[in-house]
């Protein structure tokens, strides 16, 4: 259920995560892009270069966004209309604006009635409402599938498999770092571009020009290109992956390249007699999509779990270790603890795995040098870690009674924070607790403050069922009081508020700080 502001029958609707290098991008149900990590080149869409560790929003996309994608350095946003725009990048013409300047705020490509965009390495391919597919970009090895190695600034339709006409009759696309596949409404699956590795699958390692036909695939319903590993799933939920295979790529228990499709192998049993040790494959069935990083794989499975394999520099797969993956294993919050489950979306980047679930939350794990995780920090994190906790908040703070015997109820509302589907939180149970209970008591469950002296504490309330807490100062004032008593000191001079409101100072007053009409000190 893709986010449609058309359907006002929805009540709860997918979204999208996309990773590129060294920046992710969410896309939350109200239609808006956010954004965080590496901005060198303005991928974040936020006007700037300056790189964020919190995720901001991208501002300056007219209507609602349905879907994103990013490469290395590039983002796409679809809208619901059906218009593409970019930004970030684009040195390769990639942006198909006929220029190669980069961009630091969202900008319309000129293409219409778009379904689906595919960044590649440097290079953009777009799949229109009629089944025919646009590509623009680098195209050093005929990755745009037009027949040549001219690398174009503009989107221009990509030719059939004769090189006569032009291919048609598409459902879904796929692009790596120079290689791209696209599935029919038939579940055929047409191939081109670099091929060093084999990962087309055709038995050879020579680069293709023109789409091609993987005749040993079909039913194909999902596939994800990686930089030299194509990994594909059909719709009795099988893999297959062909090409580079130097860290477990392939899911096969080998580092052994193949220039055809294989089955992805889930787990192997092993029987041991007296004369030999057998070895009993199961291949990986239950698979509903793919997705691929940067030498690593992440397959969804039906029930809404995810396993992963590959390289693991970064504890990307939450096993607790940095060993690369030869088989697939379970995509857990961390090592010990129960697997990911009602996975909605996922997006694997250079190292970094994002994962959202059907709650809203986003979950975040591994390489997080320029801030990709958004969870405040620059550190890489072996374990998924959480940016969307909720937050309390206090209506009133500071907290002010007037009058030694008088009530006040602490007002508190707590929030999604960062989720993608949701705004308020359904379900609290809070619990209140005050530091001195000489100036004012709390009943723990109802929060009715009642002043007993005047004074200043601390009010902390607790979500019992989040383990979520914040806190706020409470003045209890005399009845004639308008305010709590301060006092501030910086540099030479202090200033002092009074219960009445009156405002006293004394100290140094060269720049006439203290407010008194003179420029001479006072003390």
């Known amino acids: 259920n893709i986010y449609d502001s058309?359907?006002?029958t929805q009540t709860?609707?997918?979204i999208d995560v996309a990773a590129g290098a060294y920046h992710t991008l969410v896309l939350k149900s109200d239609g808006t892009v956010w954004t965080t990590g590496y901005n060198g080149y303005g991928q974040l869409g936020t006007g700037t270069t300056q790189s964020e560790t919190e995720f901001k929003q991208v501002t300056g996309i007219p209507e609602k966004v349905i879907a994103i994608t990013a490469n290395v350095h590039t983002s796409y946003a679809l809208t619901e209309s059906g218009k593409v725009y970019g930004w970030g990048y684009n040195g390769k013409g990639q942006l198909g604006l006929n220029n190669t300047t980069s961009y630091k705020e969202p900008t319309y490509l000129g293409i219409d009635n778009a379904i689906d965009v595919a960044a590649g390495g440097n290079?953009?391919?777009v799949l229109k409402q009629d089944g025919t597919l646009w590509a623009t970009g680098n195209n050093e090895n005929g990755e745009l599938g037009i027949n040549n190695t001219a690398t174009q600034k503009t989107f221009v339709q990509v030719v059939d498999e004769q090189g006569t006409g032009k291919l048609s009759n598409i459902k879904s696309i796929s692009a790596g770092a120079n290689t791209t596949y696209a599935i029919t409404t038939t579940g055929e699956m047409y191939g081109w571009g670099y091929n060093g590795y084999g990962q087309l699958g055709n038995g050879t390692t020579t680069n293709i020009y023109l789409p091609r036909k993987v005749l040993s695939l079909d039913n194909i319903v999902d596939v994800a290109v990686e930089n030299g590993t194509i990994v594909a799933v059909n719709k009795q939920g099988e893999v297959y992956a062909s090409g580079y295979n130097g860290y477990g790529n392939l899911g096969n228990n080998t580092t052994q390249d193949s220039t055809k499709f294989e089955k992805v192998i889930e787990k192997i049993d092993t029987t041991t007699t007296d004369t030999e040790t057998t070895e009993t494959p199961t291949y990986l069935t239950g698979v509903k999509s793919v997705t691929a990083g940067l030498n690593y794989v992440i397959?969804?499975?039906?029930?809404g779990t995810a396993i992963t394999w590959g390289i693991n520099s970064y504890a990307q797969s939450s096993n607790g270790t940095t060993t690369n993956n030869l088989l697939p294993v379970a995509l857990k919050y961390s090592q010990d603890q129960d697997k990911i489950d009602k996975i909605i979306s996922i997006s694997a980047g250079d190292g970094t795995t994002v994962v959202a679930r059907e709650d809203g939350k986003v979950w975040t794990i591994g390489k997080n040098n320029y801030g990709q995780l958004g969870d405040s920090s620059v550190s890489s994190k072996k374990e998924f870690v959480c940016i969307s906790k909720p937050i309390l908040l206090f209506e009133e703070t500071p907290i002010r009674i007037k009058g030694i015997g008088n009530t006040k109820n602490a007002q508190v509302n707590m929030s999604q924070g960062f989720n993608l589907l949701y705004n308020k939180v359904d379900n609290t149970d809070f619990t209140y607790e005050i530091k001195n209970t000489?100036?004012?008591?709390?009943d723990k469950t109802t929060g009715k403050?009642?002043?007993v002296k005047k004074g200043k504490t601390s009010l902390t309330v607790t979500d019992k069922i989040s383990g979520q807490t914040t806190s706020a100062d409470v003045y209890v004032l005399g009845?004639?009081?308008i305010t709590f008593p301060q006092i501030l000191s910086n540099n030479y001079a202090t200033l002092t508020l009074k219960s009445n409101g009156e405002i006293w100072s004394y100290g140094y007053n060269g720049y006439g700080q203290l407010g008194c009409?003179?420029?001479?000190?006072?003390a």
């Open 6 to 8: 058309k359907d006002t």
């Open 449 to 451: 403050i009642t002043s």
């Open 123 to 125: 290079y953009t391919i």
């Open 479 to 481: 009845a004639d009081d």
């Open 438 to 442: 000489k100036v004012a008591t709390v």
């Open 517 to 522: 009409l003179l420029y001479t000190s006072d």
């Open 12 to 14: 709860e609707y997918a």
């Open 299 to 303: 397959a969804t499975k039906e029930d």
